[in-house]
């Protein structure tokens, strides 16, 4: 659900002389006559990358990688009006990459994995996130590219509602709704064609996405093609594989989960799933303020230390029905999709198991859908994610 990023791509971030800086702005609740969910508030032009900048970044990811890069890309953060899961409206924001003198543009929305830094948002500082390097790589090769933030990243101020797709899918498709107008204003001129990728929690989210465009929005969008890489689409499953296994490699995931149904849900339960001290420092960690590494470093490296052992037994045997239906509710396997679908996943994935995408294209394909996987052979959830770039790439000229 998240790429961890080293001290080195960090360092090249920080000698990169390209400005990505943002305001902030308050995101309270709207009253409900005052948001048409879509609606641009404000664009900013934050930068405009030659291909020799966006090829500079490449070769320091993936020196042997080459790509046919051809436009110069414009970088906009923009912020638009969506809803959360309450009903709430909200203000949201993301990042639009445009490609300079170039039209009939394909729509690629790009959804980005596992954050705990607000501030880490592609509107914010695109070269911090590895949704907004993709933005600019994707809008090199002719995409028009969107980024969303999602709710509690960027100029939203709400608590990251994580792995929760009613409260999620919203913000991708108002930001879809967005881009259009955007272009509209811009007099950028779009053929039609609309694509979902993301990675890890934007794997999760892209198939989320795709559930929720074709099942209620199916006569405003009409999806090309969808792209989701090493998601948790069975989630259930993942939840329990984890606590019956007793070890896992990224518990804070675990946390993250837990500390948003909490809220989401109103359980007031967190005193009955963590070990002290951490049922009282997960808010304050997952509260936007912290960078990844910094919030793993707050907790154990362990679930028997992070989680209570009475929960973890109740949870196995059965006996937490809130928790359990939660989870099946987002679980994204019990529909058929329409809209042709190409999984990729790493089959040495110890974040997010493997097993999730075997199973979604077994069950899809079962139901007659367009579906496909790409296996990244002893691919981690790390190491998988440039090569899984890649193989987007050329599905995607597969639709030309």
Known sequence: MVFRKSNYFLTLFAIILISSCSDNNDSNPLNETSYDRGKIIE????????????????????????????????????????TDYFNNEQIASGAIFVPKDLDDLSILSLQHGTETRSSNAASVSYLNSFEGIGGAIFGSLGYFMLVPDYLGFGVSEVDHPYMHAESLTPGIIDFIRAGKNFSNDENISLNGNLFLAG??????????????????????????????????????GTVDTILSRGEYSTPYYVAYVLKAYNEIYNWNRLDDFFQSPYNTTVNTLYNGSYS????????????????????????????????????????L???????????????????????????????????????????IPGGTHGSSIFPSIVGLIDWLETFK
Do not use: C
Not at 213 to 229: D, H, K, R, W
Not at 230 to 236: E, H, K, L, R, S
């Open 43 to 82: 664009s900013t032009l934050r930068n405009t990358l030659s291909t020799s900048d966006i090829q500079f970044i490449v070769n320091a990811i993936s020196p042997n990688t080459s790509l046919d890069l051809k436009y110069s890309v414009d970088v906009f953060s923009v912020e638009y009006y969506t």
């Open 199 to 236: 990675y890890s929690e934007g794997g999760y989210l892209t198939l989320a996405a795709q559930k929720d465009i074709e099942q209620n929005y199916s006569g405003e969008f009409i999806l090309t093609g969808v792209a989701p890489m090493a998601g948790p689409y069975d989630f259930i």
């Open 292 to 331: 990844t590494q910094e919030v793993v470093n707050q907790l154990p490296s362990s679930i028997s230390e992070l989680l209570k052992s009475e929960f973890v037994n109740n949870y196995l045997f059965g006996n937490e029905s809130e928790l359990r239906k939660a989870l099946t509710d987002n679980t």
């Open 333 to 375: 396997l019990n529909w058929t999709p329409s809209a042709p679908i190409h999984f990729f996943h790493g089959d040495k994935d110890d974040a997010v198991f493997y097993f999730n995408a075997i199973k979604a294209e077994e069950v899809f394909s079962s139901k007659g859908s367009n579906v496909q996987l790409t296996t």
